[in-house]
């Protein structure tokens, strides 16, 4: 229902599990309800309609926009884009071609969304004034409290935004609520004229009209049972009216039923009991079917703030906007609220394992409620889902989703008395697992090997970790994970081959592995019994090879030589490497009776080696 003018603020939506508000043989509210997640997010919303898919259509009134709230909805961030630019949307209608017309409260146009449900793809009627309350007859045209002009306005059936619509129907004071009967008639609550009027169906002016239905009290809301009765709000009073089927102005209404809190909206659950929101306090209320002014109603189902719009889902669910107690917007989020009597509880320990463009789904049974007869799983976003038959078969697979995009699985149980509330699952991202990384190479060093590689395709699940495994032969010698390239293999033994090989992991699975190769070692050691022997014309150097080779084969060695202890030349006397066989070297052309002395260094490809101790004598 619509909201007053002057009355706007931040409101919530809240979900209930309606089996939870079906009333036993007793006459008392089933189960025990308890609240359960909430979604914030919305800013004022007021009207709220149901669509053909579940989704719940929510005027976000001063947001300017209408909200959907896909069914399995558990978080804000799972919240679709919304239908905006609107001017202060208040009540909302749904025809039988799921086209959705939205009253713009600010504005004189009213909104049609059509029946695709895309954001911004709004047909808009101009021509209203301050619209309130829609409704849509049997034939699919559409009706419109114009509040600030005290008119009503039909959208027949099949207009467009260029139409010309019929000229409206004038008469009525402050119309707001408005609800259409099953043979088509309208009826209309004048909230400033205490009054509710009948428009029959084909009617085009007040002069033929039946006279208004008086002794309300600013009549708000109006709805109509199964066997033609009017259920009305009196918002200035603490009461609800029932009007009977076939009354007219001259009918002696039945005593209202009072007990309520500034009541505003109200609806009727399948099993026809109504339920009216207490908006001045926190709490809806049942009046049972069959109730009058002397019954004693159940109590009362606490937890609201404010309580406003009721839309059932089914027989076990229903939505409520919480719009703060008289208005005070003090409610942002949506709650929902659990424990149905005769539903199946909602499914525990909901797990999501993504593979490539499917996700299978798995989940524990629930503990409470009749005998379970199915499952199903929806996807978030996207609606995507999959069903199962009979209480044992608690996993299925959700099929068509796109690799590499977020989603969120909502799982609810079936069986004879409804639907449960949804039990959700963390998101995960579908996708293959991702190919093997390309370019691996191992650097080797000292006892050490630098392995690098280049991130490979993820097939759209993010890679989450990349693991190095390092190899000696078959032999594992070490597993390094939530590895970053490059790093460092470090404790290895020099002189040794090493095998690493990389893979990528993401929730999906693991990648194939991708190898290289590498020695790590080292300069040599330092070359041993390094002797100097005077002979004739020239000196003999004498040497053993190093201890160590630092685990590459040597290249050679390099002599220094000078006439000064510790004064030696900066380059090698040879100009290459001597032999890595070698163990002696005769040097001739040297100045007789001179003093030389000598070092050697052994060569590898890791470099040059430490420096022997000197070794001298004096040319022959």
């Known amino acids: 229902m619509t909201r007053p003018l002057c009355l706007r603020a931040a409101v919530a939506v809240v979900l209930i599990a309606g089996c939870a508000l079906a009333t036993t043989a007793a006459g008392a509210t089933g189960g025990s309800a308890t609240l359960g997640v909430s979604i914030s997010g919305f800013d004022d919303p007021a009207g709220m309609v149901l669509d053909q898919q579940g989704t719940l259509w929510v005027a976000n009134n001063q947001a300017g926009a209408v909200q959907p709230v896909p069914v399995g909805t558990q978080l ?11 001017s202060y949307p208040a009540d909302d209608a749904i025809n039988s071609f799921g086209d959705i017309f939205v009253s713009e409260q600010g504005s004189t146009t009213v909104a049609e969304i059509p029946g695709d449900g895309q954001p911004g793809a709004t047909v808009v009627f101009h021509g209203f004034n301050h619209p309130a309350g829609v409704a849509v007859d049997p034939a699919g045209n559409v009706w419109v409290a114009n509040n600030g002009s005290d008119t009503i306005q039909e959208i027949p059936v099949g207009a467009t ?37 009948e428009v029959p169906a084909g009617s085009t002016s007040l002069s033929t009209l039946p006279a208004a239905i008086g002794g309300f009290v600013n009549p708000y809301a109006i709805s109509i049972d199964a066997g033609g009765n009017l259920w009305v709000t009196n918002s200035g009073s603490t009461t609800v009216q029932m009007v009977p089927a076939g009354a007219t102005s001259s009918t002696v209404l039945p005593t209202a039923i009072g007990g309520f809190t500034l009541p505003t909206d109200l609806t ?18 049942e009046v049972p079917s069959g109730s009058t002014s002397s019954s004693v109603l159940p109590q009362a189902l606490g937890g ?6 009721i839309v059932f889902t089914s027989a076990c669910d229903a939505w409520v906007s919480n719009v703060g107690q008289s208005f005070n917007g003090s409610g942002l989020t949506i ?10 509880t909602a499914p525990t320990n909901v797990t999501a394992h993504p593979g490539d463009g499917q996700v299978q789904v798995q989940w524990d049974q629930p503990n409470g409620g009749l005998s379970v007869t199915g499952y199903t799983v929806i996807a978030l976003p996207g609606g995507a889902s999959c069903s199962t038959l009979g209480t044992t078969f608690t996993s299925c697979t959700v099929t068509g989703l796109l690799n590499g995009a977020s989603y969120a699985f909502s799982v609810e149980a079936t069986n004879a008395a409804g639907e449960s509330v949804y039990a959700q699952s963390a998101s995960v991202v579908p996708g293959d697992v991702p190919d093997a990384p ?5 650097h080797p060093d000292n006892a050490a090997v630098t392995v690098s590689w280049v991130p490979p395709a993820d097939h759209g699940g993010p890679i989450l970790d990349y693991t190095v495994r390092t190899l000696r032969g078959a032999a594992l010698v070490s597993t390094t994970d939530n590895a970053i390239s490059p790093i460092v293999i470090g404790k290895l033994k020099n002189g040794s081959t090493y095998r690493f090989v990389v893979t990528a992991s993401n929730e999906t699975g693991t990648s194939a592995g991708a190898s290289a190769t590498a020695t790590p070692s080292t300069i040599p050691g330092v070359v041993r019994t390094f002797t100097a022997v005077e002979v004739k014309s020239g000196i003999l150097l004498k040497w053993t090879a ?35 066989a070698a163990t002696r070297l005769l040097i001739r052309t040297l100045r007789q009776g001179t003093t030389y002395f000598f070092i050697i260094r052994a060569v590898n490809r890791r470099g040059i080696g430490a420096r022997s101790h000197e070794a001298h004598a004096t040319a022959g």
């Not at 609201?304 to 719009?309: A, L, T």
């Not at 201890?547 to 004064?567: E, F, I, N, P, Q």
């Open 76 to 86: 804000e961030s799972q919240l679709p884009a919304a239908t905006a630019g609107l």
């Open 161 to 197: 935004a260029a139409s010309t619509l019929p000229a409206a129907i004038a008469g009525f004071d402050h119309p707001n609520g408005i609800a259409v009967d099953s043979q088509g008639n309208l009826w209309v609550a004048n909230e400033s004229g205490s009054t509710i009027q």
């Open 268 to 285: 009727i659950d399948p099993e026809g009991n109504i339920w009216v929101s207490n908006t001045g306090g926190t709490t809806i209320q």
């Open 304 to 309: 609201f703030n404010g309580p406003f719009d």
């Open 335 to 344: 709650q929902q609220v659990i424990a149905p009597y005769g539903c199946p």
């Open 438 to 442: 390309s370019d691996v190479s191992a």
């Open 546 to 580: 190093p201890a160590s080779d630092g685990g590459a084969s040597l290249t050679g060695y390099d002599v220094y030589v000078g006439t000064r202890a510790s004064k030696l030349s900066a380059s090698p006397m040879n100009k290459k490497p001597l032999s890595p």
